[in-house]
């Protein structure tokens, strides 16, 4: 990779699924608001959203889901 690239979590993109003709289609999304060690990104996670602002910033008091 060159300097600059970004990876795409695969588990994110939006995704086709598919049913049977008389089936239900449903997908199971799971999502998480950051990895973050003493209130700062993980490296990646912060080169990432320095590229890519987060179009809906946490609320100021919400703690993070996981920390590493």
Known sequence: MDPGNLLWNQ???P???DASADGIAS???ISHGGIMRNGEYAPNEK???EHN???FPANEN??????W
């Open 62 to 67: 919400q703690k993070p889901l996981v920390e």
């Open 11 to 13: 588990i994110l993109p």
């Open 15 to 17: 995704h086709w699924v």
């Open 47 to 49: 080169a990432l959203r």
């Open 53 to 55: 602002p987060d179009p």
């Open 27 to 29: 997908s199971l999304n």
